[in-house]
């Protein structure tokens, strides 16, 4: 069974840091973009980073100089290092990752991890 498992997210005070993992798993061919998302309560999922298999990455403006996503590529993980964080950062943040999982299909199925849980306390 092909999965996202996030692991990394906790109880912080502002301007502090933490370290997202997200790891795939499973009968995975090959793994293209993968990315966060965060949820805070009463709103919309919105991306935080992505990051292509060959390294390109693209940043929410709220995410820029703060945080950096990263990835391994042997391992089917993704990164999220988050530096000088606020309470508006408080979220679900999920792990999203366009995986193939067929070796008769060329197609890149989106998968979902169940989220972890930053607090940022001011």
């Known amino acids: 069974q092909v999965r996202l498992v996030e692991s990394g997210g906790g109880l912080v005070q502002a301007g502090g840091s933490l370290r997202l993992s997200c790891a795939a798993s499973g009968r995975i061919v090959s793994i293209n973009v993968m990315g966060w998302y965060r949820q805070a309560p009463g709103k919309q999922r919105d991306l935080v980073a992505s990051?292509?298999?060959?390294?390109?990455?693209v940043y929410a403006d709220s995410a820029k100089g703060r945080f950096t996503i990263s990835r391994d590529n042997a391992k089917n993980m993704a990164f999220l290092q988050m530096n000088s964080l606020k309470p508006d950062d408080t979220a679900v943040y999920y792990c999203?990752?366009?995986?193939?999982?067929?070796?008769?299909?060329?197609?890149?199925?989106?998968?979902w991890g169940q989220g972890t849980q930053v607090t940022v306390s001011s």
């Open positions: 999203n990752a366009a995986l193939r999982v067929r070796y008769d299909s060329i197609s890149y199925e989106n998968y």
């Open positions: 990051i292509t298999r060959d390294g390109s990455r």
